[in-house]
């Protein structure tokens, strides 16, 4: 409970009345500061409010396609006593926008009471879990405030789209379509090679053998998924935003979200990491069971809370050393940052440094309004040149493109090591 | 640039395009509440002997002023400015109405103030930007309890009145204040009136209760009392207010 502490001003104005009848000999005036005593003792009669609230959340369609309307019924159930004054605000996805009906009501709840209260969301791909509501109770002098969180799990899921073609099957789990660049025994050709003692004899090119006399091993390229570990950027300093759009830890997450669902389709190990708050991490692993972990990971870990940390920043450089230990040889690094300071630049080249391939997709949350944004986007353009520089392929993702196929590409392009 | 726009409210025509307008919250003060706020402001100045005529023009102008706000906040920026100006017009006569409408000199010093306080309310809840000032809430609301003072030193008014207008004051307030919270968490596209009559309420049974014990109080002869017994009246007073403030 915090005291909101707003009649505090009214015993200034019993003092100035009382000090003016004294003054003045006006007794009128002494009866007036008797009214502003009676308002400064007002709040504590009302005592603190003690809410016991309930909140459920229906959907007119738990999962459409994107561009669907989604109408949200919130209802508030009071299972306490009388509250005369509250406002509740529902979490709406970060990266929903409303577009009809507020997802915002004040309500007084006598015992037993319920509200309930509709709103308008576009689906846009992705699982969108709602946040729980916010509940702001107040007394009904106001003085004091309890604020509680209602949570009642809802998720949007808008991943099932026409779009995306039926999984594969699973057997072929574990076999990346991730081109290696090395030759060993698969099925495609990679070169042919002097003989060395200990070919085997099937992989000997027979026919030039025949033609040359010379002893010639085939090698085929092999087959090996690459290992991807989606490592979000969700400190205290990513989670910004330009206007009104969602703040970069959010963009991140649904990136990570789709970026996870395309490289567990054409068979990668995938990893989930995240420094902020605290440290996440996902080993990298294949299969269904894992895909779903990664994305209720995704959806449910504290590190990707949409609200930012509020206590001091966490130990980066700790968090890192934890990351280094924990990631496989040569697994490439997919970093989704901002890029809102310099440490996670040479976060990004220390890991590369270290034989894992970074590449990096940084939502754009820079605006040009004024000198001072203008200040930050050229900062951050600088720490892109210096990240590109280092031979960190960068893809930029600005607020106003959908993140799009061309992105899923990307650790393609970088290959597997 | 704010689509904050009071008529912004999608209609089946918007659902039915592709592109789907985005609601924001108009966190701005709760409209009800500061309906309330304002008339309790008024009623307190009228009480206080300000002309009913000055008292009218003062709530025309900020009626216009908010309409003049809203176009202005709704993107229409030189439609809106103008009429706000002329909302402006308006007040400064309703003030000149006010002084003309003066009889006694210390009129001046009561209802000049009383209908600043009014139309400083007025500006404070109609936002040309932000979420309403309670800074202004206060100063307004403060100018007509200052009135209150002026009118009891000058014992222009009777007792009934001049508790009224008191009442009044911290009513205004107490709503001002309301509606800019209110509009600070949940903006003036929710439905919150229930909230904001539950509040103006209590604080109106207060004022009630108070003035009811205070007009008894003065029944039983205060004014017959030396100034000696009302300072200590007034220490009495003194004590309780700061074991309140604790």
Same mark, same amino acid.
């Given at each position: 409970m915090t005291a909101t502490n707003r009649w505090r001003g009214v015993v200034a104005l019993a003092l100035a009345a009382a000090a003016t009848a004294l003054v003045a000999d006006r007794p009128d005036l002494l009866l007036v500061a008797a009214l502003g005593v009676a308002f400064a003792a007002y709040p504590r009669v009302s005592g603190a409010p003690d809410p016991d609230l309930d909140v459920e959340r229906r959907l007119s369609d738990a999962s459409p396609r994107p561009g669907d309307e989604v109408a949200v019924t919130v209802t508030v159930t009071n299972e306490g006593g009388f509250l005369a004054d509250v406002r509740v605000v529902d979490g709406v996805p970060a990266l929903l926008s409303v577009t009809g009906g507020s997802p915002r009501r004040g309500m007084v709840l006598w015992p037993g009471r319920s509200v309930s209260f509709t709103y308008r969301v576009v689906a846009k791909h992705g699982r969108h879990p709602f946040e729980p509501a916010t509940a702001v109770v107040r007394d009904v002098s106001g003085a004091h405030e309890v604020e509680t969180r209602l949570a009642d799990d809802t998720d949007i899921d808008? $991943? $099932?789209? /026409? /779009?995306d073609g039926p999984l594969r099957d699973? $057997?072929?789990?574990? &076999? !990346?379509? &991730?081109?290696?660049d090395r030759g060993d025994s698969g099925i495609e050709f990679y070169r042919t090679r002097e003989y060395r003692s200990g070919d085997a004899m099937s992989r000997i090119d027979w026919n030039r053998y025949a033609r040359t006399g010379e002893l010639t091993t085939v090698e085929y390229r092999t087959d090996e998924a690459a290992t991807v570990v989606l490592l979000v950027d969700a400190r205290r300093e990513a989670y910004c935003a330009a206007g009104d759009d969602p703040h970069a830890v959010a963009r991140s997450v649904s990136a990570a979200e789709q970026l996870l669902a395309s490289l567990h389709r054409d068979r990668n190990r995938v990893g989930v990491a995240a420094f902020g708050r605290e440290f996440c991490w996902l080993a990298p692993g294949a299969g269904r069971d894992h895909l779903a972990r990664a994305r209720r990971l995704l959806a449910t870990h504290p590190a990707f809370a949409s609200t930012p940390p509020r206590d001091g920043a966490a130990d980066h450089d700790a968090q890192v050393d934890r990351l280094r230990g924990r990631l496989p040889d040569a697994a490439q690094v997919v970093l989704l940052s901002p890029l809102t300071d310099d440490a996670i630049v040479e976060t990004a080249r220390n890991l590369d440094a270290h034989g894992h391939h970074v590449s990096v997709v940084s939502p754009d949350v820079t605006s040009e309004e004024s000198s001072g944004q203008r200040l930050a986007a050229v900062e951050r353009r600088n720490r892109l040149s210096a990240l590109r520089t280092a031979g960190v392929p960068v893809v930029e993702w600005e607020s106003t493109t959908p993140f799009v196929t061309a992105l899923m590409e990307r650790p393609r392009e970088v290959g597997a090591t | 640039m704010s689509t904050a726009t009071d008529d912004a409210a999608p209609t089946d025509d918007a659902a039915a395009s592709p592109q789907l307008e985005t609601v924001s919250p108009a966190r701005q003060p709760a409209r009800l509440a500061s309906a309330l706020a304002l008339l309790a402001a008024i009623a307190g100045a009228w009480r206080l002997g300000a002309s009913p005529l000055a008292l009218g023009v003062a709530a025309v102008s900020v009626g216009v002023l908010a309409a003049g706000v809203r176009l202005y906040r709704g993107d229409r920026r030189l439609p809106g400015a103008l009429v706000a100006l002329a909302g402006v017009l308006v007040a400064v006569g309703a003030l000149g109405l006010t002084a003309l409408a003066v009889s006694q000199s210390s009129g001046y010093l009561r209802l000049v103030p009383a209908v600043t306080g009014v139309l400083v309310l007025g500006v404070a809840l109609v936002?040309?930007? !932000? $979420? !309403?000032?309670r800074g202004l809430v206060t100063v307004g609301t403060g100018l007509l309890f200052l009135a209150v003072l002026v009118s009891g030193v000058f014992q222009s008014v009777a007792l009934g009145p001049l508790l009224f207008a008191a009442t009044a004051s911290v009513v205004a307030w107490d709503a001002g204040e309301h509606a800019v919270s209110v509009g600070e968490h949940l903006g003036r596209r929710s439905g919150t009136g229930e909230v904001e009559v539950a509040h103006v309420a209590g604080t109106v049974a207060v004022g009630v209760v108070g003035v009811t014990a205070a007009q008894l109080s003065g029944g039983v002869g205060?004014? !017959?009392?030396?100034l000696a017994s009302l300072a200590l009246v007034l220490v009495a007073v003194l004590f309780f207010a700061l074991a309140l403030h604790e």
């Amino acid at each position: 409970m915090t005291a909101t502490n707003r009649w505090r001003g009214v015993v200034a104005l019993a003092l100035a009345a009382a000090a003016t009848a004294l003054v003045a000999d006006r007794p009128d005036l002494l009866l007036v500061a008797a009214l502003g005593v009676a308002f400064a003792a007002y709040p504590r009669v009302s005592g603190a409010p003690d809410p016991d609230l309930d909140v459920e959340r229906r959907l007119s369609d738990a999962s459409p396609r994107p561009g669907d309307e989604v109408a949200v019924t919130v209802t508030v159930t009071n299972e306490g006593g009388f509250l005369a004054d509250v406002r509740v605000v529902d979490g709406v996805p970060a990266l929903l926008s409303v577009t009809g009906g507020s997802p915002r009501r004040g309500m007084v709840l006598w015992p037993g009471r319920s509200v309930s209260f509709t709103y308008r969301v576009v689906a846009k791909h992705g699982r969108h879990p709602f946040e729980p509501a916010t509940a702001v109770v107040r007394d009904v002098s106001g003085a004091h405030e309890v604020e509680t969180r209602l949570a009642d799990d809802t998720d949007i899921d808008c $991943t $099932t789209t /026409a /779009a995306d073609g039926p999984l594969r099957d699973q $057997t072929l789990d574990g &076999v !990346g379509r &991730v081109v290696a660049d090395r030759g060993d025994s698969g099925i495609e050709f990679y070169r042919t090679r002097e003989y060395r003692s200990g070919d085997a004899m099937s992989r000997i090119d027979w026919n030039r053998y025949a033609r040359t006399g010379e002893l010639t091993t085939v090698e085929y390229r092999t087959d090996e998924a690459a290992t991807v570990v989606l490592l979000v950027d969700a400190r205290r300093e990513a989670y910004c935003a330009a206007g009104d759009d969602p703040h970069a830890v959010a963009r991140s997450v649904s990136a990570a979200e789709q970026l996870l669902a395309s490289l567990h389709r054409d068979r990668n190990r995938v990893g989930v990491a995240a420094f902020g708050r605290e440290f996440c991490w996902l080993a990298p692993g294949a299969g269904r069971d894992h895909l779903a972990r990664a994305r209720r990971l995704l959806a449910t870990h504290p590190a990707f809370a949409s609200t930012p940390p509020r206590d001091g920043a966490a130990d980066h450089d700790a968090q890192v050393d934890r990351l280094r230990g924990r990631l496989p040889d040569a697994a490439q690094v997919v970093l989704l940052s901002p890029l809102t300071d310099d440490a996670i630049v040479e976060t990004a080249r220390n890991l590369d440094a270290h034989g894992h391939h970074v590449s990096v997709v940084s939502p754009d949350v820079t605006s040009e309004e004024s000198s001072g944004q203008r200040l930050a986007a050229v900062e951050r353009r600088n720490r892109l040149s210096a990240l590109r520089t280092a031979g960190v392929p960068v893809v930029e993702w600005e607020s106003t493109t959908p993140f799009v196929t061309a992105l899923m590409e990307r650790p393609r392009e970088v290959g597997a090591t | 640039m704010s689509t904050a726009t009071d008529d912004a409210a999608p209609t089946d025509d918007a659902a039915a395009s592709p592109q789907l307008e985005t609601v924001s919250p108009a966190r701005q003060p709760a409209r009800l509440a500061s309906a309330l706020a304002l008339l309790a402001a008024i009623a307190g100045a009228w009480r206080l002997g300000a002309s009913p005529l000055a008292l009218g023009v003062a709530a025309v102008s900020v009626g216009v002023l908010a309409a003049g706000v809203r176009l202005y906040r709704g993107d229409r920026r030189l439609p809106g400015a103008l009429v706000a100006l002329a909302g402006v017009l308006v007040a400064v006569g309703a003030l000149g109405l006010t002084a003309l409408a003066v009889s006694q000199s210390s009129g001046y010093l009561r209802l000049v103030p009383a209908v600043t306080g009014v139309l400083v309310l007025g500006v404070a809840l109609v936002p040309f930007h !932000g $979420t !309403g000032s309670r800074g202004l809430v206060t100063v307004g609301t403060g100018l007509l309890f200052l009135a209150v003072l002026v009118s009891g030193v000058f014992q222009s008014v009777a007792l009934g009145p001049l508790l009224f207008a008191a009442t009044a004051s911290v009513v205004a307030w107490d709503a001002g204040e309301h509606a800019v919270s209110v509009g600070e968490h949940l903006g003036r596209r929710s439905g919150t009136g229930e909230v904001e009559v539950a509040h103006v309420a209590g604080t109106v049974a207060v004022g009630v209760v108070g003035v009811t014990a205070a007009q008894l109080s003065g029944g039983v002869g205060l004014s !017959g009392l030396s100034l000696a017994s009302l300072a200590l009246v007034l220490v009495a007073v003194l004590f309780f207010a700061l074991a309140l403030h604790e």
